[in-house]
């Protein structure tokens, strides 16, 4: 859309059953604050809106688990991560959550203008139930192999290594991730959307429509699950936690999370309104709005197909224009993961980090997954800082005020006929603000970033090539010429960085006086300006935009990482296997036994074949544990042995038994008798 009048500025609702990680920043939340202070800094009509997604199975499980309230849960969370957002500068015009009443106002609402238009169907199926705890299973509470490709961790709506679209009934071997249990059908009556019903317009909208302005990732997966065929899909679900059916039928049964969830931006947008006394609807329903949604990969599905089906069928609200979504950030080369705490959390970051958000954000930017998965690392956040934020941009300024004060104190010196580089060096400046812009709104923020640190050099090269120090004793006045240009970049610095580095832009603009000029600089006064800071203004003294980071700094963040792994490690179990009934289990016949010789299996790595004493006879037995023990050292041990297994040829050598082995990962250790039993004893 060319010129719109207005933009609604979407990032997806954070789930409040945790922090926020650097995961979360770098795919969402970072590029939508850039963009909107972007869009700000031209003077534009913008909403940018957020909240905490706080309904779902999810919550109700971590309350039972603590023992809370589902609200406790929610509360406590959307504390924390609100308070996150706003020390690290994610600049919301509002952060609601889907608990508020203006929410559950707005989606029953909707629900109900879409069922009175008979926008969904009604239908009493088979779902997957978990016996164990007696409930109905979401379709992310339920895990098996995906029909597809084979992946055995695939979710019961989607396989996340292939793309594919699912139902949870199509996954094999499905288990809960509740209990583990084994899955039953149970029938149930529910509301659908019907998503094939507009496959159609679907194709013409997406396929035709964004096909050269929406990201390739994004673009494709969306082609992926029309090409497959769309499926109705339930928008009400058997849950307790939540908003209630507003319908006859629906009691027991609340709004399924995701058709709930994209309501919130509307929510919140309401929310707002009602706060500044303006009105919501131009945002939302206006054709002259631009709607943009920032997003992870994992949230494509539900904003290009499944949330503006809901806006069409509905009939009153505009489609998002662009959906700009991020791949995955990978931390020290593996996958991120809440569960076993591989990340980097936000809140933990201000603690250990203070005062140094936008280091983070630039790091974040600059390996930004914007068409790739990419990995974060903390010699590469080190690299960052001291080469780039300090050695270059921090460099450049630190040396335009300093010897600001040292010639002239603080006052910026009247310019003579400036010379070509002098102009060179200002059309630079015009010319990369114009191209940071179209990069921006391309959604290539890594890119533009890149571009703005390119400014910062400029400044360098030209203090560099130009030598003021020297010059300030032979030809005070082309002295005087050189840091009057010097300035004007370092003033367009301030300007450009506030997306990026909103802090340090600040930082700098109170080291420039930026509140005693006449009228505030937009991003356009870069290029329209030849002069931002004019003569005689007087500016403040110098201050380290940015700070070194010392090795101790990061081998701590190393070593606390090294401890996660050791932490997972201790915490990683085999899963348990199938339930055996008593009658099962009192068909093994264990005994213990006394191990009389061992020697290595020829050509065998892990071999070791033993002569068991078992009382009333001596076994042969073939064990796998000779990376474990030498053969020297276990004669005489007091072992279990498994001795009514069926006996089976290993190497050409016949093993009559099995004896019993405890694997913590590491290493294998004897299940040996507490007490010294004689051979042939019964274990029961």
Same mark, same amino acid.
């Given at each position: 859309m060319k010129n719109p009048k207005r933009y609604t500025?979407?990032? /997806? &609702?954070? +789930?409040? $059953?945790?922090?926020?990680?650097?995961?979360? &920043?770098?795919?969402? +939340?970072?590029? /939508?604050?850039?963009?909107?202070?972007?869009?700000? &800094?031209? !003077?534009? #009509?913008?909403?940018?809106?957020?909240? @905490? #997604?706080?309904?779902?199975?999810?919550?109700?499980?971590?309350? =039972? =688990?603590?023992?809370?309230?589902?609200? !406790? *849960?929610? !509360?406590? +969370? $959307?504390?924390?991560?609100?308070? @996150?957002?706003? #020390?690290?500068?994610?600049?919301?015009?509002?952060? @609601?959550?889907? @608990? /508020? %009443? *203006?929410?559950? %106002?707005? /989606?029953? %609402?909707?629900f109900e203008s879409m069922h009175e238009q008979d926008k969904f169907i009604e239908e009493t199926t088979e779902q997957l139930y978990d016996p164990k705890a007696k409930q109905f299973l979401a379709d992310r509470f339920v895990t098996g192999t995906c029909p597809k490709c084979g992946n055995e961790e695939a979710y019961g709506d989607q396989c996340e290594k292939c793309g594919t679209s699912l139902n949870a009934n199509d996954l094999i071997n499905p288990k809960s991730t509740l209990t583990d249990a084994k899955p039953v059908l149970k029938s149930t009556k529910h509301w659908f959307l019907p998503l094939d019903q507009y496959d159609a317009w679907l194709k013409d909208w997406i396929v035709k429509g964004h096909k050269d302005d929406w990201k390739p990732n994004v673009y494709g997966q969306c082609k992926s699950w029309i090409d497959e065929g769309l499926r109705p899909r339930a928008v009400t679900r058997d849950l307790d936690w939540g908003i209630p059916v507003p319908v006859e039928g629906g009691d027991g049964k609340v709004l399924y999370v995701w058709f709930d969830a994209p309501i919130g931006y509307i929510s919140a947008s309401k929310e707002w309104a009602k706060r500044e006394n303006k009105s919501w609807e131009p945002y939302w329903k206006d054709e002259d709005t631009k709607l943009v949604h920032f997003i992870g990969k994992d949230n494509i599905v539900f904003h290009c197909i499944i949330f503006p089906v809901m806006l069409k069928a509905e009939g009153s609200y505009i489609l998002p224009d662009n959906v700009p979504a991020n791949e995955f950030l990978n931390l020290e080369g593996q996958k991120l993961s809440t569960s076993k705490n591989w990340a980097v959390w936000l809140h933990e970051y201000l603690e250990e980090f203070p005062n140094q958000q936008d280091v983070l954000r630039y790091v974040l930017t600059a390996n930004a997954p914007e068409t790739k998965d990419n990995d974060f690392t903390w010699k590469d956040f080190q690299t960052r800082n001291n080469s780039e934020l300090v050695g270059i941009f921090g460099n450049f300024i630190n040396r335009v005020v300093v010897l600001t004060d040292k010639y002239y104190e603080g006052i910026i010196p009247e310019k003579s006929e400036l010379s070509e580089v002098d102009l060179e060096a200002l059309k630079e400046l015009q010319k990369s603000t114009e191209d940071i812009a179209v990069s921006i709104e391309k959604y290539r923020f890594r890119e533009a970033q890149a571009k703005m640190m390119n400014i910062a050099r400029i400044g360098n090269k030209y203090l560099a090539d130009e030598e003021p120090w020297k010059l300030q004793k032979t030809d005070p006045k082309r002295t005087k010429t050189i840091m009057y240009v010097a300035l004007q970049i370092a003033a367009g610095l301030a300007i450009i960085s506030e997306p990026f580095l909103p802090f340090s832009s600040a930082k700098l603009k109170k080291m420039l006086n930026f509140e005693a000029l006449e009228n505030t600089l937009f991003w356009k006064d870069i290029a329209d300006k030849k002069e931002f800071l004019p003569k005689e203004h007087q500016i403040g003294k110098a201050e380290l935009l940015f700070s070194k980071i010392e090795d101790e700094t990061i081998e701590k963040q190393l070593q606390k990482l090294e401890q996660t792994k050791e932490d997972n490690k201790e915490k990683t179990y085999a899963p348990v296997k199938e339930e055996i009934t008593f009658d099962d289990f009192s068909k093994l016949d264990i005994r213990v036994g006394e191990i009389i010789s061992a020697e290595k299996m020829p050509k065998a790595k892990k071999l070791l074949i033993l002569k068991v004493n078992i009382g009333h006879e001596t076994r042969t037995i073939v064990s796998g544990i000779a990376e474990h023990y030498k053969a020297e050292e276990i004669i005489g041990k007091k072992v279990s042995v498994v001795v009514n297994l069926k006996p089976i040829k290993l190497r050409g050598t016949l093993s009559e038994g099995m004896i019993l082995m405890g694997d913590n990962g590491k290493n294998l250790s004897f299940v040996s008798p507490e007490n010294e039993l004689d051979a042939g004893s019964q274990i029961s």
């Amino acid at each position: 859309m060319k010129n719109p009048k207005r933009y609604t500025i979407t990032a /997806a &609702l954070p +789930y409040t $059953n945790g922090p926020i990680h650097i995961g979360h &920043l770098s795919g969402v +939340y970072i590029p /939508a604050d850039i963009y909107t202070r972007y869009l700000k &800094l031209n !003077d534009k #009509d913008v909403l940018f809106v957020c909240g @905490s #997604d706080e309904h779902g199975v999810p919550i109700t499980i971590k309350a =039972k =688990k603590e023992g809370v309230t589902p609200q !406790d *849960v929610v !509360d406590k +969370y $959307n504390h924390i991560i609100k308070e @996150s957002f706003k #020390d690290f500068g994610i600049q919301f015009d509002n952060y @609601s959550r889907t @608990s /508020a %009443e *203006v929410h559950h %106002e707005t /989606a029953t %609402e909707f629900f109900e203008s879409m069922h009175e238009q008979d926008k969904f169907i009604e239908e009493t199926t088979e779902q997957l139930y978990d016996p164990k705890a007696k409930q109905f299973l979401a379709d992310r509470f339920v895990t098996g192999t995906c029909p597809k490709c084979g992946n055995e961790e695939a979710y019961g709506d989607q396989c996340e290594k292939c793309g594919t679209s699912l139902n949870a009934n199509d996954l094999i071997n499905p288990k809960s991730t509740l209990t583990d249990a084994k899955p039953v059908l149970k029938s149930t009556k529910h509301w659908f959307l019907p998503l094939d019903q507009y496959d159609a317009w679907l194709k013409d909208w997406i396929v035709k429509g964004h096909k050269d302005d929406w990201k390739p990732n994004v673009y494709g997966q969306c082609k992926s699950w029309i090409d497959e065929g769309l499926r109705p899909r339930a928008v009400t679900r058997d849950l307790d936690w939540g908003i209630p059916v507003p319908v006859e039928g629906g009691d027991g049964k609340v709004l399924y999370v995701w058709f709930d969830a994209p309501i919130g931006y509307i929510s919140a947008s309401k929310e707002w309104a009602k706060r500044e006394n303006k009105s919501w609807e131009p945002y939302w329903k206006d054709e002259d709005t631009k709607l943009v949604h920032f997003i992870g990969k994992d949230n494509i599905v539900f904003h290009c197909i499944i949330f503006p089906v809901m806006l069409k069928a509905e009939g009153s609200y505009i489609l998002p224009d662009n959906v700009p979504a991020n791949e995955f950030l990978n931390l020290e080369g593996q996958k991120l993961s809440t569960s076993k705490n591989w990340a980097v959390w936000l809140h933990e970051y201000l603690e250990e980090f203070p005062n140094q958000q936008d280091v983070l954000r630039y790091v974040l930017t600059a390996n930004a997954p914007e068409t790739k998965d990419n990995d974060f690392t903390w010699k590469d956040f080190q690299t960052r800082n001291n080469s780039e934020l300090v050695g270059i941009f921090g460099n450049f300024i630190n040396r335009v005020v300093v010897l600001t004060d040292k010639y002239y104190e603080g006052i910026i010196p009247e310019k003579s006929e400036l010379s070509e580089v002098d102009l060179e060096a200002l059309k630079e400046l015009q010319k990369s603000t114009e191209d940071i812009a179209v990069s921006i709104e391309k959604y290539r923020f890594r890119e533009a970033q890149a571009k703005m640190m390119n400014i910062a050099r400029i400044g360098n090269k030209y203090l560099a090539d130009e030598e003021p120090w020297k010059l300030q004793k032979t030809d005070p006045k082309r002295t005087k010429t050189i840091m009057y240009v010097a300035l004007q970049i370092a003033a367009g610095l301030a300007i450009i960085s506030e997306p990026f580095l909103p802090f340090s832009s600040a930082k700098l603009k109170k080291m420039l006086n930026f509140e005693a000029l006449e009228n505030t600089l937009f991003w356009k006064d870069i290029a329209d300006k030849k002069e931002f800071l004019p003569k005689e203004h007087q500016i403040g003294k110098a201050e380290l935009l940015f700070s070194k980071i010392e090795d101790e700094t990061i081998e701590k963040q190393l070593q606390k990482l090294e401890q996660t792994k050791e932490d997972n490690k201790e915490k990683t179990y085999a899963p348990v296997k199938e339930e055996i009934t008593f009658d099962d289990f009192s068909k093994l016949d264990i005994r213990v036994g006394e191990i009389i010789s061992a020697e290595k299996m020829p050509k065998a790595k892990k071999l070791l074949i033993l002569k068991v004493n078992i009382g009333h006879e001596t076994r042969t037995i073939v064990s796998g544990i000779a990376e474990h023990y030498k053969a020297e050292e276990i004669i005489g041990k007091k072992v279990s042995v498994v001795v009514n297994l069926k006996p089976i040829k290993l190497r050409g050598t016949l093993s009559e038994g099995m004896i019993l082995m405890g694997d913590n990962g590491k290493n294998l250790s004897f299940v040996s008798p507490e007490n010294e039993l004689d051979a042939g004893s019964q274990i029961s």
